[in-house]
């Protein structure tokens, strides 16, 4: 997901979310999933001298991070600590002039072993974006049927291999529960041999876990509408999104919305540049899309 030079990492898509969100002085802005803070930063900016942004995250590390890096903002910079299907209840419809998302797991997610979302570095085996949740990525894995863990698998990783995989995992966890990243990662290679199109063979199969977990699936549709009701005539709604699930449901709620007044700036998904994708690998799978309530009549 995130953010620009000063802060450690490369917001994806910078200079198009900015060109599409049409930021400007004074407006009142929502980020989502604010993460390292690298987006809001440039809203911030481009939004001088009174522009204000409220800034939502489910991850309090990354909340903590964001408040640090945009300090230098003063009180333009609100800060919740907040899904992003509760942004409805701190904007009042037809308050915003722009909101974006930033979908999926981030920089800071990954690269914290502790929070056992990359399977690269051994980590415990959680995968919560907010630890305030109940269930964790080993939970999934110790104790589903396998029936159960299959489709799983296959349903948000769309994983081919998914029966093989859940297979191999419950025989596995017969001898020893799963409790870390690494001895899940070594399971799911030992069936999916090598990796495919350069993609690790366990990637699929975290990211349906990290989906299940943190219902990811389950929030996005339900949301749009309601974020998209809390924008200003001529405001516009701004999602990334990093795989075929998520950009497919953006996808069906922006069309729909574009029958009840509302317009779909983005007739296909907006991709990052060979530049940014060779600069930055993480921004290679994005997809922005960009939804804008229609202006009132004059």
């Known amino acids: 997901?995130?953010?620009?030079?000063?802060?450690?990492?490369?917001p994806v898509l910078l200079a198009e979310v900015m060109e599409l969100l049409a930021v400007k002085p004074g407006g009142l802005y929502v980020d989502g999933t604010v993460g390292l803070g690298g987006h809001a930063a440039e809203v911030?900016?481009?939004?001088?001298?009174?522009?204000?942004?409220?800034?939502?995250?489910?991850?309090?590390?990354?909340?903590?991070?964001?408040?640090?890096?945009?300090?230098?903002?003063?009180?333009?910079?609100?800060f919740h600590h907040a899904r992003y299907s509760e942004i409805a209840d701190h904007v009042a419809e037809g308050g915003a002039d722009g909101i974006l998302l930033d979908l999926g797991v981030s920089s800071l997610q990954l690269d914290d072993a502790a929070?056992?979302?990359s399977f690269r570095r051994e980590g415990p085996l959680d995968m919560r974006m907010d630890p305030r949740d109940d269930t964790t990525a080993a939970d999934l894995v110790n104790r589903l049927l396998e029936r159960d863990l299959a489709d799983?698998?296959?349903?948000?990783?769309e994983e081919r291999a998914s029966?093989?995989?859940?297979?191999?995992?419950?025989?596995?966890?017969?001898?020893?529960?799963?409790?870390?990243?690494?001895?899940?990662?070594?399971?799911?290679?030992?069936?999916?041999?090598g990796p495919r199109h350069g993609i690790d063979p366990a990637t699929r199969t975290f990211q349906a876990l990290r989906i299940h977990v943190n219902r990811e699936l389950e929030e996005l549709p339900?949301?749009?509408?309601?974020?998209?009701?809390?924008?200003r005539p001529g405001g516009r709604l701004a999602v990334i999104a990093f795989h075929s699930l998520e950009d497919r449901e953006v996808k069906q709620s922006f069309r729909e919305l574009g029958r009840t007044g509302f317009e779909v700036l983005t007739r296909k998904p907006v991709r990052p540049s060979d530049a940014e994708s060779a600069r930055n690998p993480r921004a290679r799978s994005a997809r922005l899309r960009v939804l804008e309530k229609e202006k009132e009549a004059a």
């Open 163 to 193: 029966r093989r995989i859940a297979r191999a995992i419950v025989d596995a966890r017969r001898r020893r529960h799963f409790t870390t990243t690494t001895e899940l990662a070594e399971v799911v290679r030992r069936v999916v041999r």
């Open 115 to 117: 929070r056992g979302f």
């Open 152 to 157: 799983l698998i296959y349903r948000f990783g």
């Open 1 to 10: 997901m995130e953010s620009d030079g000063r802060i450690g990492h490369e």
């Open 222 to 231: 339900a949301s749009l509408p309601a974020l998209a009701r809390c924008l």
């Open 44 to 78: 911030l900016r481009r939004s001088t001298p009174d522009g204000r942004l409220l800034a939502f995250d489910r991850d309090p590390a990354a909340l903590a991070r964001a408040r640090e890096a945009l300090a230098p903002f003063g009180e333009r910079a609100q």
